[in-house]
């Protein structure tokens, strides 16, 4: 958290920050206890496609892949 603090530029910007990481951490990033699945997610594991669509989040630093 230290990190955070100090690289961002103000109360907004470490909100933001922080909200953006929890949403991707929660529905999107996938967690080996729950057989690949984000915490938040409904359903079944995903099945593989052919076509993925990225989605840069925190200016790129973390990505989101997801199924077209």
Known sequence: MG???RECLGQRHLT??????????????????LQQRPPLAAGAPHKPTVTVIRRDRLGGLIHEYQAA
Do not use: F, G, Q, S
């Open 16 to 33: 933001a920050v922080v909200t953006d990481y929890v949403d991707h951490d929660n529905i999107h990033r996938p967690h080996r206890a």
């Open 3 to 5: 990190t955070v603090r």
